[in-house]
Antibody, heavy 116, light 109 residues
Framework: EVLLVESGGGFVQPGGSLRLSCAAS????????MNWVRQAPGKGLEWVAS????????YSEDAVKGRFTISRDNARNSLWLQMSSLRVEDTGIYYC?????????WGQGALVTVSS | EIVLTQSPGTLSLSPGERATLSCRAS???????LAWYQQKPGQAPRLLIF???RGASGIPDRFSGSGSGTDFTLTITRLEPEDFAVYYC??????????FGQGTKVELK
């Protein structure tokens, strides 16, 4: 069974940092692109960042460039999102998602709240 | 950046009725890399359709996708009570790997 389990969410003040983790199991992690997608409260889905199977290619949306970094460790079946200089508008649920062209498996999400 | 526009914003229907959801792209979607997701309150999205018309694993056959280029449709032939949810389209390609539509809510009439 494919499982993606996020952790590391929480409450942080503007300007602060958080590191989200995603533990993958039930599939060959090194064979898949991985992604982070977020959802602000009551809003739609927003792609955040993607990383290629071996980590050699990474992409992120303009709103988080220079502040968020996606990374992975295939030996540990783990994906991370390092978030710094957090803003109120970064508040939302962050999903770990498997797939290159579409997201075929999603984690349950990690809630990030940025507020003073 | 390809912008996806979904319509209608809300669809009010009764169980057993047919639902037709539209997703229009601002530019042609390469190789029909267009997917549809269902999201229920408090849950993560679930992949329904990929490649514009291919059903994901375990998805009932009352869900079908069609279209190409810039115009895509998700059809639910006979709504079941569990189908009332929000539906998103998503495309792959261009300078941003993924973009999503704003969603269509299918609600009970």
């Amino acid at each position: 069974e494919v499982l993606l389990v996020e952790s590391g969410g929480g409450f942080v003040q503007p300007g602060g940092s958080l590191r989200l983790s995603c533990a993958a199991s039930g599939f060959t992690f090194s064979g898949y692109w991985m992604n982070w997608v977020r959802q602000a409260p009551g809003k739609g889905l927003e792609w955040v960042a993607s990383i290629q199977q071996d980590g050699s290619a990474r992409y992120s949306e303009d709103a988080v460039k220079g502040r968020f970094t996606i990374s992975r460790d295939n030996a540990r079946n783990s994906l991370w999102l390092q978030m710094s200089s957090l803003r109120v508008e970064d508040t939302g649920i962050y999903y770990c998602v498997r797939g290159a062209y579409e997201g075929d498996y999603w984690g349950q999400g990690a809630l990030v709240t940025v507020s003073s | 950046e390809i912008v996806l526009t979904q319509s209608p914003g809300t669809l009010s229907l009764s169980p057993g009725e047919r639902a037709t959801l539209s997703c229009r792209a601002s530019q042609s979607v390469s190789a029909n890399f267009l997917a549809w997701y269902q999201q229920k309150p408090g849950q993560a999205p679930r992949l329904l359709i990929f490649g514009a018309s291919r059903g994901a694993s375990g998805i009932p056959d009352r869900f079908s996708g069609s279209g190409s280029g810039t115009d895509f449709t998700l059809t639910i032939t006979r709504l079941e009570p569990e189908d009332f949810a929000v539906y998103y389209c998503q495309q792959y390609g261009g300078s941003l790997p993924w973009t999503f539509g704003q969603g269509t809510k299918v609600e009970l009439k």
